[in-house]
């Protein structure tokens, strides 16, 4: 079994081009097209990988405003593709996977006091964590307001209206974790976000975060720049694909020290998403989707769901007088039994807990 796939080394190939704007991490100034996608109808990028650092992101970046313009329109399309059943099994699910990391935090005598959650979405991850460890304190930041809205009226958060990329001077040296679920992806400058995580934390305190894989979310736009020579449709913003050792070596160099990191969950590998070169894996040929027409047309579409932590939270096993049945049944949906090195690319998510160490 020499050759299963799994062991394949990863191997993109493209040419080698100046880029327009330099690597966010090694400030290399050439790089390798690996694909083109166009966000939306609002611009067109290369995907660049960089042969020195690894790192793989979009050329030229999205501005602020392109992002939010192309965030709005994503969070309609999805606001109507998605039942008011599946937002609320969602809530859940995050609710539960909050079990088992306050779980885990105190299976290690972890006790947070101050937590940041960036982009919190529902919040309900931080809510579990709380279920789990009720004297912590949870601030969440984010952009939008009405997620800032809905993480105060459910759950009580003190809110901040920014963004990760901007360092917040009042809150440094604040906080004993700071959390960034399906996050780093996103966001513009990947070296500052890290500085800035750096600089809320106390020494001591961690990092937490969950992050695609970078080799299988970029596989399919990949594939159909070398199997077509044609660009794709990306219409969520993920602007950074990470490579196993370049996050890590990052976090490293940025006053990090490794505690968990590894990959999980791989049923796409097998499918083949991150290394069978086959059409069936490539992401659609770009149409250039209008955002406007979701933006300007659909919003009023959408209907506001209106539903309460209460109700969210009835469920036979979430019990305050009995904890440790929550905790077993969360674990029992959440624990991950295959753990990978991020270093080996396999695998559908990174997972990581990193301590400040200076
Ligand atoms: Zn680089």
Request: glycine share 6%.
């Amino acid at each position: 079994m020499k050759n299963m796939f799994i062991n394949t080394p990863l191997s993109f190939k493209g040419e080698l081009l100046p880029r327009e704007e330099n690597c966010r991490i090694c400030h290399e100034k050439k790089g390798i097209r690996i694909g083109i996608v166009d966000y939306w109808d609002i611009k067109t990028c290369n995907i660049i990988l960089c042969e020195k650092c690894s790192h793989i992101q979009l050329d030229p970046m999205l501005t602020e405003e392109e992002t939010n313009r192309g965030c709005y329109a994503y969070y309609i399309e999805e606001s109507l593709r998605t039942g008011e059943n599946e937002q609320f099994k969602n809530c859940l699910r995050n609710f539960r996977r909050g079990v088992v990391f306050g779980w885990m935090l105190k299976s290690r005598r972890i006790s947070p006091r101050n937590i940041l959650e960036l982009g919190p979405g529902s919040g309900y991850f931080a809510a579990g964590l709380q279920f789990v460890i009720p004297t912590v304190q949870i601030t969440v930041m984010d952009i939008n307001k009405e997620v800032l809205d809905f993480n105060q009226e459910h759950h009580h958060f003190e809110t901040i209206r920014s963004i990760p990329d901007i360092l917040q001077t009042t809150y440094q040296d604040k906080f004993d974790l700071v959390i960034a679920r399906d996050i780093l992806e996103h966001v513009t400058d990947i070296s500052k976000v890290i500085e800035n995580v750096n600089a809320c934390l106390k020494t001591g305190g961690l990092f937490h975060f969950i992050t695609p894989n970078g080799y299988e979310d970029i596989w399919k736009h990949y594939l159909t720049f070398k199997l077509k020579s044609v660009s794709s449709e990306l219409l969520i913003n993920h602007v950074n694909y990470f490579d196993g050792k370049g996050l890590k070596d990052l976090l490293i160099q940025r006053g990090f020290r490794r505690v968990d990191y590894y990959t999980h969950t791989i049923k796409t590998t097998f499918r083949g998403q991150g290394r069978k070169e086959t059409r069936k894996l490539m992401s659609p040929v770009s149409k250039k989707m209008k955002a406007a027409l979701y933006t300007e047309r659909k919003a009023d579409d959408i209907k506001r769901i209106e539903f309460k932590k209460v109700e969210i939270l009835k469920k036979w096993y979430i019990r305050p007088n009995a904890k440790w049945i929550t905790w077993l049944y969360s674990l029992s949906h959440h624990f991950s039994v295959i753990r990978i090195s991020p270093m080996r690319n396999i695998g559908h998510e990174i997972y990581g807990v990193f301590e400040k160490i200076k």
